[in-house]
């Protein structure tokens, strides 16, 4: 007698729960895990990005250039940034064509993405910046600003300047051998009186700019 009323009082919970599915019961709420936040990201994963999404515009595309922006809202920092702009360029199509890597929305009609912008035309280097092989980018932002603090040079100058914001350039010059990507200390190239070039094929650093 026991076992049987054992047996009827386990099976309790499981019939009271299929009478109140049948009566209409709402089933227990699920918690829904928060949106994550957009994260920056290192030059070089976003320039993969832009570089993937270029391909079908020109099939002898190389890039030409690269760089950071901040956004309101999402910090940078370690050489990671919300916000990438690449140039890349097409002997045959004699035109160059710049694509944005957004990891959010944001101010000044930036959609979350990436997005390519119009056209332009393109008769060869521009200056003293010249377009160089893909396979020539090996090494990361991150990387690059690891180099660049490790310096004599950029200890003495974030020491007296602790607050200066960094952000990052990639560019081919004639004096150099490879690509290098550019630490910049300022808000910009016209404004600022610091920067250090790393080697983007070798991790090397080059020379300081002041």
Same mark, same amino acid.
């Given at each position: 007698m026991k076992a049987v009323f054992f047996l009827r009082a386990g099976l309790l919970p499981a019939a009271? /729960?299929?009478f109140l599915s049948a009566c209409g019961a709402p089933p227990p709420p699920v @918690? @829904? #895990?928060p949106a994550k936040a957009p994260e920056p990201v290192t030059g070089l994963k976003a320039f993969f990005q832009m570089y993937s999404a270029a391909r079908p515009w020109a099939a002898d595309l190389i890039p030409l250039g690269c760089h950071s922006q901040e956004m309101t809202g999402i910090p940078s $920092? +370690? $050489?990671k940034y919300p916000l990438w702009n690449c140039t890349f360029v097409s002997e045959t199509r004699r035109q160059s064509k710049t694509y944005t890597y957004a990891v959010a929305n944001g101010d000044g009609g930036? !959609?979350?993405g990436i997005y390519g912008r !119009? #056209? #332009?035309s393109y008769s060869g280097p521009r200056g003293n910046q010249s377009p160089f092989p893909m396979q020539a980018l090996k @090494?990361? =932002? +991150? #990387?690059a600003l690891k180099t660049a603090l490790a310096t004599k040079d950029a200890t003495e100058y974030v020491k007296k300047n602790p +607050? @200066?914001?960094v952000f990052f350039m990639l560019e081919k010059t004639k004096e150099l051998q490879n690509p290098a990507w550019r630490v910049v200390w300022g808000n910009s190239i016209s404004t600022s009186n610091f920067s250090i070039y790393v080697d983007? /094929? =070798?991790g090397d650093y080059i020379k300081t700019m002041r």
């Open positions: 009271l /729960s299929v @918690k @829904k #895990e $920092g +370690d $050489g930036i !959609n979350k !119009n #056209e #332009e @090494k990361d =932002t +991150d #990387e +607050d @200066k914001p983007a /094929s =070798t």
